[in-house]
T-cell receptor, first 113, second 111 residues
Framework: IAGITQAPTSQILAAGRRMTLRCTQD?????MYWYRQDLGLGLRLIHY???????GKGEVPDGYSVSRANTDDFPLTLASAVPSQTSVYFC????????????FGPGTRLTVL | QKEVEQDPGPLSVPEGAIVSLNCTYS??????FMWYRQYSRKGPELLMY????GNKEDGRFTAQVDKSSKYISLFIRDSQPSDSATYLC???????????FGTGTRLTVIP
């Protein structure tokens, strides 16, 4: 593993289904983030975690939950997917002391029908 | 109104041209400014950051910040086809580690 990996690469999901997007980093960064990217709206922060065991809400947290059981993993869960959650999801990480240098994963393209 | 506004383009220029990309913001609490570059179907990557008003140069790239006007710019000199990407401005309030991004400007440099 080098940097940040995300899985799956893409997914088509029926509305109402539960889905977990996976994110793993090998840089030992304290901080991790989940963004969604939509045309015309740009990147918006969903949830973040400054260190293992803590999480916080970003700009658009409704309908999403996260956990941070250890330093490397930061999964994002959609409990009951809705079509408005169709988006490209990016996971990112940074050293807590250098939050402006965020390293992004390749993204997960999610379509909710 | 979004806190960070950015013209989405698209912007198309010939190779060798000087490119100017701009963002405006409404929240004067933003003090730290970044430019990220995103190639198609990839995650963004940090290009430059600057924390003070004025210019910061890095090779062919110059970041400019005018806090009094709440306006930031990225200039690309001698643009290359490899510069074709979406450029996103980002900003941060001191003490927070959340970034606020612009919507991105899609740039194409034509050989």
């Amino acid at each position: 593993i080098a940097g940040i990996t995300q899985a799956p690469t893409s997914q088509i999901l029926a509305a109402g289904r539960r889905m977990t997007l996976r994110c793993t980093q090998d840089m030992r960064h304290n901080a991790m983030y989940w963004y969604r990217q939509d045309l015309g709206l740009g990147l918006r922060l969903i949830h973040y975690s400054n260190t293992a065991g803590t999480t916080g809400k970003g700009e658009v947290p409704d309908g999403y939950s996260v956990s941070r059981a250890n330093t490397d993993d930061f999964p994002l869960t959609l409990a009951s997917a809705v079509p408005s959650q169709t988006s490209v999801y990016f996971c990112a990480s940074s050293d807590l002391l250098f939050p402006d240098t965020q390293y992004f994963g390749p993204g997960t393209r999610l379509t909710v029908l | 109104q979004k806190e960070v506004e950015q013209d989405p383009g698209p912007l198309s220029v010939p190779e060798g041209a000087i490119v100017s990309l701009n963002c405006t913001y409404s929240n004067s609490a933003f003090q730290y400014f970044m430019w990220y570059r995103q190639y198609s179907r990839k995650g963004p990557e940090l290009l430059m950051y600057t924390y003070s008003s004025g210019n910061k140069e890095d090779g062919r790239f110059t970041a400019q910040v005018d806090k009094s006007s709440k306006y930031i710019s990225l200039f690309i000199r001698d643009s290359q086809p490899s510069d074709s990407a979406t450029y996103l401005c980002a900003m941060r309030i001191p003490g927070a580690n959340n970034l606020f991004f612009g919507t991105g400007t899609r740039l194409t440099v034509i050989p």
